[in-house]
């Protein structure tokens, strides 16, 4: 455990509490919380006693029925005797789940950078060995370099799209192109579609899982939290081959029994409603991302900015010679204002910050974009 890395995000936020009036561009949550159909599913979770009790290791029927419909009618996923769907605590057990599932110490484990530091640190966790593979200057997928770094201790090749830290998202060419190397390697390709919903300038979202004949191999994870205001309620689920069915099974019964089932009942309500619930939120979600953009031009001479198409995400690069922490501490102390450094996200040579702004309402967004603007201009000369 000495050798996984602090997750910074309790570190930023003891930064903000030491400085009161700070504006928060660094935890990526949204604005909004969850349906009036997920709180209105609550009541009946207390109708029957018997709901006090464990459940289903790998989730309530109802729930996986309806993740089922949504999944074939969305993703274009059919659920099959050769996959199947586990209701998970949020998506980061769900990457975990997967992680010990296919893995023994030593094994290794491709990730492409900038990557989320929470699969980074589950790699870890389970002592493994964590490969990246650098993106190119766009945060596009380089596939040339995934199957270069392909050993045969490899295990898993790790996608996120749209992605989090870049707001990347990965064409379908590219990522068809991904999982036909894993199939060609035989290995996993493992895809985590938390921010499925999150897309713009008519930019599409693709599910690697919908091509045909990959369920043996690929792995699909996903998320309420985003979507539907639910961060704190710890509900996701994944997409998995058959045959992982009863290794995942083990750690899941293991570390958490069975998903919360008042949790549970929630989600079957926010599913219910639909995708449609974000997307009444998106225009908002727009607006501020284009007070973001529009502020962020001001640093063209400071910064490098890559087109960012989906999630609620920037990934700056600055032109300074600073290390990013102490850049990002000298912007909340002086500035009043807070991202997370590059270096989580596992960025070498260079100076980084991710800019998360799905929290943000219009005024806040000005004003915090503002401030970082400013500090920039100052610091970075």
């Known amino acids: 455990m000495e050798t996984v890395q602090s997750p910074i995000i309790p ?120 490969i990246l593979v650098n993106t190119d200057d766009t945060y596009q997928l380089r596939p040339e370099a995934i199957e270069a770094a392909i050993t045969a201790k490899t295990k898993a090749v790790v996608t996120i799209s749209p992605n989090n830290p870049t707001g990347a998202v990965y064409p379908e060419e590219t990522l068809r192109r991904v ?65 992982l069915l009863e290794p995942i099974n083990k750690i899941q019964d293991t570390i958490l029994i069975c998903p919360p089932v008042i949790s549970q009942y929630a989600a079957l309500g926010a599913l219910k409603t639909g995708k449609s619930y974000c997307q009444e939120h998106l225009p908002n979600i727009i607006a501020v991302r284009d007070i973001v953009l529009t502020s962020l031009q001001e640093l063209q001479d400071r910064c490098t900015l890559a087109p960012a198409d989906g999630a609620f995400y920037c990934f700056l690069k600055v032109h300074t010679n600073l290390e990013d922490f102490e850049l990002v501490k000298t912007l909340i102390q002086t500035y009043k204002v807070a991202v997370l450094p590059g270096m989580t996200f596992g960025t070498q040579n260079g100076c980084y910050l991710r800019l998360a702004y799905g929290a943000l309402k219009k005024d806040t967004a000005k004003e915090g974009i503002g401030r970082l603007v400013e500090g920039i201009k100052t610091i970075v000369k």
């Open 11 to 130: 570190v930023i936020g003891q930064l903000i509490r030491e400085n009161p009036g700070t504006i928060s561009l660094g935890q990526g949550v949204v604005s909004y919380g969850p349906p009036e159909k997920a709180i209105a599913a609550i009541p009946e979770f207390f109708l029957n006693l018997e709901n006090h009790k464990y459940k289903t290791v790998i989730g309530i029927s109802p729930l996986r029925e309806i993740i089922a419909e949504k999944l074939s009618q969305e993703n274009g996923i059919s659920i099959t005797p050769n996959n199947a769907v586990v209701v998970t605590a949020g998506g980061n057990m769900g990457f975990m789940n997967a992680i010990l599932a296919i893995t023994s110490p030593g094994d290794e484990i491709i990730i492409n950078t900038p990557y989320y530091f929470n699969h980074e640190m589950a790699i870890m966790m389970a002592d493994c060995r964590p």
């Open 179 to 243: 999982n036909e190397i894993c199939r060609h390697h035989n290995i996993y390709h493992i895809h985590d579609e938390a921010y499925e919903y999150f897309t713009y300038n008519g930019i599409s979202h693709f599910s690697p899982a919908s091509i045909p004949e990959s369920e043996p191999y690929t792995i699909s994870l996903y998320s309420l939290s985003k979507a539907y205001g639910f961060a704190s309620w710890r509900i996701g689920y994944m997409v998995i081959p058959d045959h």
